[in-house]
């Protein structure tokens, strides 16, 4: 992790908070309504966004410990993941390869995984090792049956897979270096609190509001935003984004008390890990993280966004992560007071607009929405969206090796 360059964006914004400027998009642009309501195209980027690039799973909090699983269905392809023995990720497509039954659900701890179908029995590394009643099977080779493999990169306490056994697309190469600086965070040894999923509208729709402060002080007047900025600078990094406030002060919470803290006044060194990484942290195509205090301690929650079956439809899962499990009862029930907080805002705010939005948009009548100057988290955002799902799959590995190129300059 580069504290340098996270300290050089924290400078940046102190700069502008200081000129009271912040860093604008060249004009306003705008996005074909139907961007939100097609479902052809809809289906596309099911097709070439979510089962071709790499996501973002689960928090590596969620699977501590060997034998740890978790199956989960991504636009239609079921995922196993299993943490092995020496430590390291494994993930699977989770069908048997007898007759493609799911071979496990939910979560939880196994040495190995058996079909409820037939019997067939696998080893947490997805090696065949039972085909029941093997006599009256029939002679197969074993080896040749194991389950199908994912690509699978984990950093920064983070675990991504790419839905695409044959992909060509390097994990690390996609992240452009972005993985490194989340390492700031220092999740990896953090512990998974709470965890719950909430149905949102078309996923560009629910994504968008992830990349916009304009809207802080407006919808959020009444919960936490109205004494909110409604700007941001935006720091990318290929498709990811982190946004932040352009502000001389952040807000050092401890304990009971808020404390405000002047940066200017403060020497690099002497900079709050809590401050560098303020702000909200994306990962493309569908990750949101931001910081927050809770139960006496640092957290953060980490939203990850999945289309729903229909084009007007999304799911979010909301994983709410802490440095160390709260241990008082008290410090149990701020940490929940807190995480209920976040679902409030999002669940009665964030997307009960956005199903609002996305009905109206429905109807046809207006052919375009306006993404200003002052948000240019989302016009970088649908740009990377089109380039993507248009691109063909050498296109996609030549586009993060160009970008790998460029920063290296």
């Not at 992790?1 to 502008?16: F, I």
């Not at 965890?195 to 919960?223: C, E, I, M, S």
């Not at 304990?255 to 060194?269: C, F, I, T, V």
Request: net charge negative.
């Amino acid at each position: 992790m580069s504290r340098e360059e996270l300290v050089a964006m924290t400078r940046n914004l102190v700069a502008h908070g200081a000129a009271d400027t912040m860093e604008y998009a060249d004009e306003v642009v705008r996005i074909p309504a139907s961007a939100y309501t097609d479902p052809a195209l809809f289906e596309v980027e099911k097709r070439q966004i979510f089962r071709r690039l790499p996501l973002m799973v689960a928090p590596s909090c969620e699977l501590p410990n060997p034998g740890d699983f978790k199956a989960m269905d991504i636009c239609g392809v079921p995922l196993l993941l299993s943490r092995q023995k020496d430590g390291s990720m494994g993930a699977f497509l989770n069908m048997c390869t007898h007759r493609g039954n799911p071979l496990a659900s939910g979560c939880g701890n196994a040495s190995r995984f058996t079909c409820g179908y037939h019997g067939w029995t696998f080893k947490a590394d997805g090696d065949l090792i039972g085909v029941a009643d093997a006599q009256d099977f029939g002679k197969i080779d074993k080896s040749q049956h194991c389950l199908t493999k994912f690509p699978v990169y984990e950093n920064a306490g983070l675990i991504w897979v790419t839905l695409d056994p044959a992909s060509k697309l390097d994990i690390a190469d996609y992240l452009c270096g972005y993985d490194e600086l989340l390492k700031a965070f220092e999740f990896e040894g953090w512990t998974l609190f709470a965890q719950r999923t909430l149905p949102g509208p078309n996923w560009k729709t629910a994504y968008d509001g992830y990349l916009d402060f304009y809207h802080l002080p407006v919808l959020h007047k009444d919960t936490f935003g109205a004494d909110f900025y409604n700007r941001a600078n935006y720091f990318a990094f290929g498709p990811h984004q982190r946004l932040s406030t352009p502000s001389k002060f952040a807000i050092k919470v401890s304990g009971d008390d808020d404390q405000q803290l002047d940066l200017e006044a403060l020497s690099d060194d002497d900079l709050p890990q809590e401050v560098l990484v303020q702000g909200v942290w994306t990962i493309f195509p569908h990750i949101s993280i931001a910081s927050f205090y809770g139960g006496g301690q640092r957290g953060a929650m980490i939203s990850q966004l999945f289309p729903g079956e229909k084009v007007g439809e999304s799911f979010t899962t909301q994983f709410y992560v802490m440095e160390n499990q709260p241990e008082t009862p008290e410090q149990v029930q701020a940490a929940h007071d807190q995480f209920n907080f976040l679902e409030v805002v999002v669940r009665d705010e964030d997307y009960a607009t956005g199903k609002r939005q996305q009905q109206a948009l429905a109807s046809g009548l207006m052919k375009e929405v306006l993404f200003g100057r002052n948000e240019k988290g989302g016009q970088v955002f649908h740009q990377w969206v089109e380039r993507l799902t248009n691109a063909t799959d050498d296109e996609l590995v030549e586009i993060f090796a160009q970008e790998q190129r460029q920063a290296a300059e």
